[in-house]
């Protein structure tokens, strides 16, 4: 029986994608590059579908390194889908709200792209490639993802905050911490890639992977000091490149198509991950 490629298949999602499907990996870490267009050949052949998890993924570091991260995520992502086309098989992409930009409104999959890092545009140019294969592939942009196990090297803030609060440390906000941001739980992103694989689309598509719920990095910070019982406080330095101010999903499409909607809620979320990191300190 054909199993499903996970690109980055050790990674934070792909690893969650992997435990829920019994995938098989394709990932870096294991010496299977992207880039790799034999290798990826012959790994594609036999699948099932793919989850293409695989990218680089910091917005900070992909404006030092444009190159890079272009060469990664999108001539990366275009052998991903050659592979696939070759196989007759389908993608769900890992796509991005970054593509967004900012917004002051709650954002519909129809809003205007604006991306304004390297990164975003990786995502958006991705997107566009998958829409032009010969293939219905499915493109699932996600908010803000966080919980157990997020890699330290771009872990998202809600990680940094809790290994901070853990240890009795300042938490650092970039800005005024008035930014408000959407966070959803790995799992509910892990089960809306399956769903998404298993949705029979004719034509390309894209799903807001989201809450519906903002909270501002300054509740945020408050919040976590407090689930955690720190001493710790909150400091604030200048506003980092590339960051957005207002982040906000409009998931009504995911639940009305593919029958998705967040079960984990950010209360719940983060206690889940205060334990795993109190193990793991």
Known sequence: MSQYLITGGQGFIGGRIMQKTDGISYDIKSGQDILDMDLLKK?????AGIFHCAAKI???????KP?????TNVLGTENVIQAAERAGVK???????SVYGDKDK???????LNPKSPYAENKKDGEILLKNS???HIALRYFNVYGPGQSKEYAGVITFFILNALKGEDLTIYGDGNQMRDFIYVDDVARANILAMNFDNDKFEVFNIGTGAPISIN????KIIQLTNSPAKIIYKPALDGDIIYSNADAIKAKIILGWE???SLEEGLQKTIEYYKKEL
């Not at 910091?58 to 030092?64: A, N, Q």
């Not at 190159?67 to 060469?71: A, L, P, Q």
């Open 67 to 71: 190159d890079e991260y272009y060469k």
């Open 106 to 112: 709650v954002i519909q999959e129809a809003s205007i």
């Open 43 to 47: 790994k594609v052949e036999k699948a």
């Open 219 to 222: 509740e945020l910070a408050k």
């Open 91 to 97: 993608i769900v992409f890992s796509s991005s709200c």
């Open 262 to 264: 967040p079960k984990i």
């Open 58 to 64: 910091s917005i900070v570091e992909s404006i030092k």
């Open 134 to 136: 010969r293939i219905s």
